[in-house]
């Protein structure tokens, strides 16, 4: 019965999920790595300590998070400093999970897991909406996520456990899903 661990790396806040089949629900947070005055290095680091004491405490057998950034045509502007880190939380996360044999840690796309989580969006459709509607799904779910970090770990985790075969307890006797944005 593995233990999984879903990831949204992000400097300011990294949200997870946890889980296992022995679980009702995840376990769910977000770390602090950083603010905008913290050094790349003390960012990385800071997510391997988080990472390490999670891992004492729930050894993870398989990982999935967040491609770090999207790049090329259509892709956000962005600076260099933020490519820089985004790129460095993911290739430390992996080294992380080499060194601690983890049997399978993958990066996952962001319009992959959201599309499996939040529906279909039309194009054009604003992060920050984005970001709402994966709070909503989380909320219809039964879940009460602090940050939207929280929230997006935890479709992630649910697009995971899709691909890997396991039906999770809080989606085994969902039915429909009620539209999201419609809530009054």
Not at 2 to 15: E, I, M, Q, Y
Request: with cysteine; proline share 4%; net charge positive.
């Amino acid at each position: 019965m593995p233990n999984l661990l879903a990831l949204d790396l992000s400097k300011t806040c990294t949200g997870f999920a946890l889980w296992n089949e022995t679980m009702e629900k995840p376990l769910t947070g977000s770390w602090s790595l950083g603010s905008q005055l913290t050094c790349a290095g003390r960012t990385f680091l800071a997510l391997h300590r988080n990472l390490n004491d999670l891992y004492q405490a729930y050894p993870f057998d398989i990982v999935y998070y967040e491609e770090p950034i999207a790049l090329g045509p259509g892709a956000h502007q962005t600076n260099r400093d933020t490519v820089f880190t985004l790129i460095g939380l993911a290739a430390h996360a992996d080294s992380f999970f080499e060194a601690k044999n983890v049997r399978k840690y993958r990066s996952v796309n962001q319009s992959s897991w959201r599309r499996h989580f939040i529906g279909s969006m039309k194009r054009g459709t604003k992060t920050k909406q984005l970001k709402e509607y994966a709070m909503e799904r989380c909320q219809q779910l039964g879940f009460k996520p602090q940050r939207h970090d929280e929230a997006e770990a935890i479709g992630i985790l649910s697009y995971m456990c899709a691909m890997e075969g396991i039906v999770p307890a809080w989606e085994a006797h969902e039915i429909l899903r009620q539209p999201l944005g419609s809530a009054a």
